[in-house]
């Protein structure tokens, strides 16, 4: 446990952006029996004593829901307050310190991992034109080390002598660096003797100090064992028909892939916090790490997937890509966009995180399972409140420019010339179509039209393009326009296309 310092300034930080506020939207409280109907029925199929659920949106914990027990014996009430173990949750915060060293100028991405590690040094790798493991490398599991779930997990207690034995005497690789993303805690737990020598000090301590104290996470730590018993989860696993409780372990070499302990109450501050770092901005920095920073953890390597919703029925089929970024998994969906996700398995717990920066809201369920992780009930209470309008995407402003240009699109269409944008256009778009062309387009296309409404608002895609829809008498016009990155700004392109109703 420790004294928060710095909260005043991670309060800002996770005050919503006040140009992107979205519209009033409907209370989440309403969907409150669907919500406990999807995680009973979860809980019940997977045997789980104990869960806090909870979404985080304008930078605070905007719903909670607990249920169960967080002890079998006491049979102690699971709380917003109940410290759960998060497991792999925890390679975020490792991520965003190298990140923040980073930032500090105390190491470099492309750095060899053996610059900071010395026992790495010594390392036989598998083919002679392999290239050193890099900083880079272990953040984005691509270091060419076997995946490691089941192994990994139980060397959390690992003591830091034994971790430097097994660090010099080697690893066996499954393959050359940088072939392939394949998940390794071992990578993690590099890490987090990276950050150690790096800052001459524990792991740990740059992430309490730096992370968590920061943003009011007091309750949260590694030091599991100094918690007190009755605020914590104990886990447990499902074996022969009933409860058996997984040892606690304690903090070790390893705690950086898997070892953090917190509260619905205090990782609703951390979701918080990393929500506010989308859209870019001008606002005064004022969390524990620049926004860019945060945002640099969402940029995925090219070694994509093919990704299906962990979810039930119709909201399944939605196939998308996966790709690692750093600490996260980053998808891209067809409904939510950009997706950060991530699932914690651990002996005796379970957890799953969804972050959606487009929507400005993050889904969390925490578990005293063993590896029961609550993926499903996660994106199905999503889809939920999607489909409800709880939740929607943000509506990135019109630049003015974009404005400006979308009304020379709509006179463009109103004089069935291009004459509206004389002097305004860049040199590529005469060449691509006459402008006795552009005047047959237009005509021979409003005459299949027939009337067209044209005042609906573009929907920018960006400050330089964007798209518009408009209703006609025999249809509709679908219209893009992208402007051209010259100084003074000038059109590009701009198209209507015209779909005939049914």
């Not at 139980?154 to 690789?173: C, D, I, K, N």
């Not at 999503?382 to 404005?403: F, H, N």
């Amino acid at each position: 446990m420790r004294t928060a310092t710095g909260l005043f300034a991670a309060m800002l930080a996770l005050q919503p952006f006040s140009a992107q506020a979205q519209q009033a939207q409907p209370d989440i409280a309403a969907l409150d029996p669907q919500i406990d109907g999807i995680l009973t029925k979860w809980m019940a199929s997977n045997h789980v004593p104990g869960l806090v659920f909870g979404v985080v949106r304008d930078g605070r914990l905007a719903y909670v829901k607990s249920k169960g027990v967080q002890d079998i014996e006491q049979k102690r009430p699971v709380t917003p307050d109940t410290l759960f173990r998060i497991a792999s949750m925890t390679k975020a915060f490792t991520a965003l310190s190298i990140l923040k060293l980073r930032d500090e100028g105390r190491l470099g991405l492309d750095d060899p991992a053996d610059r900071y590690v010395p026992e790495l040094r010594g390392w036989t790798y598998p083919t002679s034109d392999s290239p050193r493991i890099t900083i880079r490398d272990l953040l984005t599991h691509t270091a060419g080390f076997v995946t490691d779930d089941p192994w990994g997990d139980r060397q959390t207690p690992l003591s830091q002598t034994a971790f430097t034995t097994l660090l010099r005497a080697g690893v066996p690789f499954t393959r050359a660096p940088e072939q392939r993303h394949e998940y390794s805690n071992l990578g993690y737990a590099i890490l987090g003797r990276v950050i150690a020598n790096v800052t001459k000090a524990p792991y740990r301590n740059y992430v309490e100090q730096r992370l968590l104290t920061p943003l009011g996470m007091t309750a949260s730590g590694f030091d599991v064992l100094a918690h007190p018993r009755d605020k914590r989860a104990i886990g447990y696993r499902w074996e022969n028909e009933a409860w058996a409780q997984e040892p606690t372990m304690k903090d070790g070499a390893f705690n950086s892939m898997g070892g953090l302990e917190v509260s619905a109450t205090d990782y609703a501050k951390w979701l918080g916090f990393l929500l506010s770092a989308w859209p870019a901005r001008n606002d005064p920095e004022t969390g524990p790490a620049r926004r860019a920073t945060v945002r640099r953890m969402a940029q995925g390597l090219n070694f994509a997937a093919v990704f299906h919703r962990y979810a039930t029925g119709g909201d399944k089929q939605c196939p998308g890509t996966v790709s690692y970024g750093m600490g996260w998994r980053v998808i891209g969906d067809c409904d939510y966009g950009t997706v950060l996700a991530h699932g914690g398995g651990f002996p005796g717990y379970g957890s799953h995180v969804m972050v959606l920066p487009e929507f400005g809201v993050a889904f969390f369920a925490l578990t005293n399972r063993t590896y029961s992780g609550p993926s499903q009930p996660v994106w199905d209470i999503a889809a939920l409140l999607r489909e409800k309008g709880v939740i929607a995407k943000r509506t990135e402003p019109v630049s003015q420019d974009l404005g400006s240009f979308y009304a020379a699109a709509q006179a463009v269409w109103a004089a069935g010339t291009v004459d509206p944008l004389q002097g305004r256009v860049s040199m590529n778009f005469p060449m691509d179509r006459t402008a006795a062309n552009w005047a047959k387009v237009l005509a021979e296309t409003k005459a299949r039209s027939g009337p067209c409404e044209i005042g609906a608002p573009v929907q920018p895609d960006g400050a330089m393009s964007g798209m518009f829809t408009w209703p006609c008498a025999n249809g509709k016009i679908t219209g893009t326009l992208i402007l051209a990155p010259t100084r003074p700004i000038t059109l590009q392109s701009l198209k209507y296309v015209f779909e005939p109703k049914g």
